[in-house]
């Protein structure tokens, strides 16, 4: 059995991963944004699982997610599940979050929510207002920030496992009710990265689509950028992301 967090977990992609991880026998934790939430996943609640509550957009929130979080660890995975689609907090929700909460949660696996949208986005720092007051950035660009993330931790931290996934466009809350892929498939590839012992699931550094390994936007194995966007997160937050 593994203990696993699931980020923005109340609905959608984030919930289904999270009923099917329990269903499967794993020490589920959910994350809501404000307590009212929890009432989404109470049934999950009531069958063990335990839970972590804050706003991914702010700051002293985000540190309290911790700080909730490591004492309910330790973790053997986290998936970083929780996105926004547009609005100021775009950057702190879909690239901040997971930049401090990866520094701050030890865990033997991370999977990260893309999107196909991040080959649209642009490998430039230039417009990232982390705080969310001036962005000049669209969601394909958040995305980019957070797949580019993944392969910065995969090749700096080589004993951790890690991976980005696209859910695909599936009809949640975010993707809203025409999207066209199947809501049931979701959640599958980031379950099966967080707990599978399959040797492709334990190969760190990967684009994944419904189980299947894709090529992501050039610009995520690209090691200046990687660099680039570590140390302009870093001086953000004041939260290093060390080689080891």
Request: no cysteine; proline share 5%; glycine share 8%.
């Amino acid at each position: 059995m593994s203990r696993i967090l699931i980020t923005g977990s109340t609905d959608g992609v984030g919930r289904a991963t999270a009923a099917s991880l329990q269903v499967d026998g794993h020490d589920i934790v959910v994350h809501a944004r404000h307590d009212q939430r929890l009432s989404a996943v109470e049934e999950l609640i009531a069958r063990g699982a335990r839970s972590v509550v804050g706003d991914l957009a702010d700051p002293d929130e985000l540190q309290g997610i911790a700080e909730q979080a490591n004492g309910l660890g330790p973790f053997d995975a986290v998936i970083h599940n929780a996105g926004i689609i547009d609005g100021p907090a775009l950057l702190p929700v879909n690239a901040v979050a997971p930049y401090v909460l990866t520094a701050l949660i030890p865990a033997s696996r991370l999977v990260y929510l893309s999107s196909s949208m991040h080959r649209g986005g642009h490998a430039d720092l230039a417009g990232a207002d982390w705080s969310g007051a001036r962005n000049s950035v669209s969601y394909s660009d958040s995305k980019l920030f957070a797949t580019t993330l993944m392969a910065a931790i995969a090749r700096r931290w080589p004993n951790v496992r890690t991976h980005a996934v696209d859910p695909s466009w599936v009809p949640t809350k975010m993707g809203g009710p025409s999207a066209s892929d199947d809501l049931a498939l979701g959640h599958v590839t980031q379950a099966w990265l967080a707990t599978s012992d399959d040797p492709e699931a334990l190969v760190s550094g990967r684009y994944w689509h419904h189980r299947r390994i894709e090529e992501p936007h050039a610009a995520v194995h690209d090691e200046r950028f990687q660099d680039e966007l570590v140390a302009s997160l870093a001086e953000h937050t004041g939260v290093d992301l060390p080689f080891t």
